[in-house]
């Protein structure tokens, strides 16, 4: 099955510095990345998700490309501010056709203020 | 309009008993998912349910877990005779359809077997 790595486990950066979280995925069949913010004790929630006939896609402060060829795709947030402080989790749609979501095991991110 | 919703939010059990979660998807959508999170770990498919079709089940860790659910309702997830590596939260997504669509999360329920 699909198995999705996610480096770095935590990162911290001053505010207004940028934050880039990278991802790989196994199976070159997946075709849908999105990617979750996490607070402490909430639900996870979509800030983003790219499809794999693009390589970018923005949105405001926050970014995602997409490399189909290497497999691997990441999140750029530009202008950090502390409320981005969060759990971001990158996932990949399964290889079955169905739309299950093989997810990373989650960066930390601190903003210092 | 109304997200998906979870219950119990909480949930306290003894090793060795049954326990049953409740989740309501948003209405219209047909798709729901079931996931696990282990505290500090990332979320671990259960479970999919798609329409009326048989649901895949090929992310249950073993024979004592279940979901059932009616048409594009309401699932229910049971654990049977939990175990204290059961203990997580387990949160439940639904989307409008497969193939790509966005999945929306409930605010899990969280599972502790003493």
């Given amino acids: ?113 | 309009g109304a997200g998906v919703s979870q219950s119990p939010s909480n949930k306290v059990t003894e090793k060795g008993k049954d326990v049953e979660l409740r989740c309501d998807p948003i209405s219209g959508h047909t798709a729901l998912y079931w996931y696990r999170q282990r505290l500090g770990q990332g979320l671990e498919f259960l479970i999919y349910f798609q329409g009326n079709s048989a649901p895949d089940k090929s992310g249950l860790p073993s024979d004592r877990f279940s979901a059932e659910r009616t048409g594009e309702s309401v699932s229910t997830l049971t654990i049977q005779r939990t175990q204290q590596e059961d203990s997580a939260v387990y949160l439940c997504a639904s989307s409008l359809t497969t193939g790509l669509e966005t999945q929306y999360f409930g605010p899990g329920t969280r599972l502790l077997v003493l």
């Fill in chain 1, 1 to 113: 099955g699909e198995n999705v790595e996610q480096h770095p486990s935590t990162l911290s950066v001053q505010e207004g510095d940028s934050a880039v979280i990278k991802c790989t995925y196994s199976d070159s069949a997946s075709n849908y990345f999105p990617w979750y913010k996490q607070e402490l004790g909430k639900r996870p929630q979509l800030i983003i998700d790219i499809r794999s006939n693009v390589g970018e896609k923005k949105d405001q402060r926050i970014a995602v490309t997409l490399n189909k060829t290497a497999k691997h795709f990441s999140l750029h947030i530009t202008e950090t501010q502390p409320e981005d402080s969060a759990v971001y989790f990158c996932a990949a749609s399964g290889v079955t056709g169905a739309n299950n979501l093989f997810f990373g095991t989650g960066t930390r991110l601190t903003v210092i203020p």
